[in-house]
């Protein structure tokens, strides 16, 4: 059973609007969440965090938000550009190993943003 | 910085063949190593947690023989995959651990 759901396996968005990038979670002890990005041929990249104290976490056109009671989160790129194209995985971790330790990871989602 | 090498890229060897991957951390020490395995259609699921100096620790449902792991210095850990059949074929990914997991390119594992 899938603890981390990315339900949207791809997502085509115009170039300079909004992509956003959904993810559910079904283990209410995760209490640290990652996005990341990968290129093909390439290993994922880290791009954004957020504790499962705050609701919010912004770097540059990157914001994740967190509504825990929802065990939701979402990756916010504005403006997105082409080269953002990639395929974005959400990760979750719990409390054992550290916070960044054991992270779980859901199916990825391929963005394609489109000049 | 936080660059992670992982080496080969691709394998492709004969079944019983015992095949040795590496991952090392070019610009810091990692104490902790993790190994991933991805099968087609599937998310990364971790196989084990690498210590530097310790023995591994290993998901639930990992063979701790078949899937040998070495972390002994802070910029290399090793994943042995012994005597490899072909339901062994799968992506392998390291990552290291500095604030958070910085991951290599990934090893295409395929048994014949």
């Known amino acids: 059973d899938q603890q981390v759901k990315q339900n949207s396996p791809s997502l085509s968005v115009q170039e300079g609007r909004i992509s956003i990038l959904n993810c559910d979670y079904t283990n209410s002890m995760f209490d640290y969440f990652l996005w990341y990005k990968k290129y093909p041929a390439e290993g994922p990249t880290f791009l954004i965090s957020?504790?499962?104290?705050?609701d919010k976490n912004e770097d540059g056109r990157f914001t994740v938000f967190l509504n825990k009671s929802a065990k939701h989160l979402s990756l916010h790129i504005v403006p997105s550009q082409p080269g953002d194209s990639a395929v974005y995985f959400c990760?979750?971790?719990?409390?054992?190993?550290?916070?960044?330790?054991?992270?779980?990871f859901g199916k990825g989602t391929k963005l394609s943003v489109k000049p | 910085g936080a660059v992670v090498s992982q080496h080969p890229s691709r394998v492709i060897c004969k079944s019983g063949t015992s095949v040795k991957i590496e991952c090392r951390s070019l610009?810091?020490?990692?104490?902790?190593m993790f190994w991933y395995r991805q099968f087609p259609k599937k998310s990364l699921m971790l196989m084990a947690t690498?210590?530097?100096?310790?023995?591994?620790?290993?998901e639930q449902g990992v063979e701790k023989d078949k899937f040998l792991i070495n972390h002994a210095s802070l910029t290399l850990s090793t994943l042995t995959v012994t005597s490899a059949h072909p339901e062994d074929s799968s992506f392998y990914i390291c990552?290291?651990?500095?604030?958070?997991?910085?991951f290599g390119d990934g090893t295409r594992l395929s048994i014949l």
């Open positions: 957020i504790s499962s104290i705050k």
């Open positions: 990760a979750a971790s719990g409390n054992y190993g550290g916070s960044q330790g054991n992270l779980i």
């Open positions: 690498s210590n530097e100096g310790s023995k591994a620790t290993y």
């Open positions: 990552s290291a651990l500095r604030t958070y997991q910085h």
């Open positions: 610009d810091f020490q990692a104490t902790t």
